[in-house]
């Protein structure tokens, strides 16, 4: 046991075969100190004690902070434990995240190829990539249509499972096919959390995610993150973040962190509830379109199976008309009217209202969260029958 910390990369050595649990409650740790916690509190600093030359891990605010050093330890170790060739870097939010990697990685005459089933904000993206003189390809997720499309890009953006409609690509081949036609290739983690896949042991070049949703899991804080392997690559994003001072607060961090432990246990929780709930709509004719990505007739199940351990805490399907949906929203007790996803408390949306997602009217994004499955399929069912009559 050492009485001093002596560096910003020290941290506790997990076992190699440690299993995912151990991992996500014991990830990022420090060694300890005799009468320190177990978790340090955050940092609050802008500035650091700095004379003489401008050496060591801390010398301002915007670039670097002890507390982000501990979580993006931790955030490594999930996306790609055992590998000491890779870096994570947190940022104020998932479009932030976003963002570093499509802009820090395209120069004017590059070539990018999205999803155009993604994201809704990628819309926004796409508009801001071509003022810049940059060339925007799209392509559906399911089918691996991205592939049609690679040919003389620059970056493959992928987002598997997609968001809202639950389609998935097989990583994989896409990264494959992208890198011998060189080009970068980013996956978008933020449905499959760490836990469900791990972008880089497929072949991407960086995992990106919204630490706001699942990672997280509380619906208390905005955070991003981008993991990449060390190199030129994953420096550019690192410079873009210092150019835009797009930092997440060493509160939000630290609350992340501490959210890490439970991950496991909520994922392992919100899955299962998901399935059951998947299983639940399916017999209901009322609902159509039902995409659940574990259900095994899911049309994107069995590729899904070979590079997911986890399938998501999403559910999407489609009630008959805007009214009906909204009104099996407002039937609905155990669940909150919000939008976002991942956390303890099951959410549910009409999609639609936002204008940005090609879905239906009657389109339902449905996050589950910790409640007792048996409360919550109940709960469900019963808004169903009474938005029906």
């Given at each position: 046991?050492?009485?001093?910390?002596?560096?910003?990369?020290?941290?506790?050595?997990?076992?190699?075969?440690?299993?995912?649990?151990?991992?996500?409650?014991?990830?990022?740790?420090?060694?300890?100190?005799?009468?320190?916690?177990?978790?340090?509190?955050?940092?609050?600093?802008?500035?650091?004690?700095?004379?003489?030359?401008?050496?060591?891990?801390?010398?301002y605010g915007r670039d670097e902070n002890p507390t982000w050093t501990l979580l993006e330890q931790a955030i490594g170790e999930l996306e790609a434990p055992g590998q000491d060739d890779v870096e994570t870097?947190?940022?104020?939010?998932?479009?932030?995240?976003?963002?570093?990697?499509?802009?820090?990685?395209?120069?004017?005459?590059?070539?990018?190829?999205?999803?155009?089933?993604?994201?809704?904000?990628?819309?926004?993206?796409?508009?801001?990539?071509?003022?810049?003189?940059?060339?925007?390809?799209?392509?559906?997720?399911?089918?691996?249509?991205?592939?049609?499309?690679?040919?003389?890009?620059?970056?493959?953006?992928?987002?598997?499972?997609?968001?809202?409609?639950?389609?998935?690509?097989?990583?994989?081949?896409?990264?494959?096919?992208?890198?011998?036609?060189?080009?970068?290739?980013?996956?978008d983690n933020t449905l499959a959390t760490p836990l469900g896949q791990r972008p880089l042991e497929l072949g991407a070049d960086f995992a990106v995610a919204s630490g706001t949703k699942q990672l997280t899991?509380?619906?208390?804080?905005?955070?991003?993150?981008?993991?990449?392997?060390?190199?030129?690559?994953?420096?550019a994003v690192r410079r873009w973040r210092k150019i835009v001072g797009a930092v997440p607060g060493p509160m939000e961090a630290w609350l992340a962190h501490r959210s890490i432990a439970t991950l496991q246990?909520?994922?392992?929780?919100?899955?299962?509830?998901?399935?059951?709930?998947?299983?639940?709509?399916?017999?209901?004719?009322?609902?159509?379109?039902?995409?659940?990505?574990?259900?095994?007739?899911?049309?994107?199940?069995?590729?899904?199976?070979?590079?997911?351990?986890?399938?998501?805490?999403?559910?999407?399907?489609?009630?008959?008309?805007?009214?009906?949906?909204?009104?099996?929203?407002?039937?609905?007790?155990?669940?909150?009217?919000?939008?976002?996803?991942?956390?303890?408390?099951?959410?549910?949306?009409?999609?639609?209202?936002?204008?940005?997602?090609?879905?239906?009217?009657?389109?339902?994004?449905?996050?589950?969260?910790?409640?007792?499955?048996?409360?919550?399929?109940?709960?469900?069912?019963?808004?169903?029958?009474?938005?029906?009559?």
């Open positions: 046991m050492n009485d001093s910390t002596t560096g910003a990369d020290q941290g506790q050595a997990l076992p190699g075969g440690a299993g995912e649990g151990t991992r996500a409650v014991r990830a990022g740790l420090p060694e300890p100190v005799k009468h320190e916690p177990t978790l340090p509190g955050p940092v609050f600093a802008a500035h650091f004690h700095l004379p003489g030359d401008p050496t060591g891990p801390y010398t870097l947190a940022f104020a939010s998932g479009m932030a995240a976003i963002s570093s990697v499509l802009f820090s990685q395209l120069r004017a005459g590059d070539a990018v190829v999205l999803p155009d089933d993604g994201y809704q904000a990628l819309s926004l993206v796409r508009a801001q990539l071509e003022t810049y003189g940059i060339e925007v390809r799209t392509a559906p997720t399911g089918g691996d249509a991205q592939l049609g499309v690679l040919d003389g890009a620059k970056l493959l953006w992928i987002e598997t499972p997609s968001n809202p409609g639950l389609d998935v690509c097989d990583v994989r081949r896409l990264a494959e096919a992208a890198h011998a036609r060189g080009a970068l290739v980013a996956v899991g509380h619906g208390d804080v905005l955070l991003g993150y981008v993991t990449g392997r060390s190199g030129e690559a994953i420096a246990l909520r994922v392992d929780r919100q899955n299962a509830t998901a399935l059951a709930l998947a299983r639940a709509l399916r017999d209901r004719s009322d609902v159509t379109g039902l995409r659940y990505p574990g259900l095994s007739d899911d049309p994107s199940h069995r590729i899904a199976s070979r590079q997911m351990r986890r399938y998501g805490c999403v559910v999407s399907f489609t009630l008959p008309t805007r009214a009906r949906a909204d009104g099996f929203l407002d039937a609905l007790r155990l669940v909150d009217d919000a939008t976002s996803f991942g956390g303890v408390r099951s959410t549910a949306e009409r999609r639609g209202r936002w204008g940005g997602d090609a879905v239906p009217e009657g389109f339902i994004r449905f996050s589950v969260g910790a409640e007792d499955p048996e409360d919550l399929i109940a709960d469900v069912l019963r808004a169903l029958d009474e938005s029906a009559g």
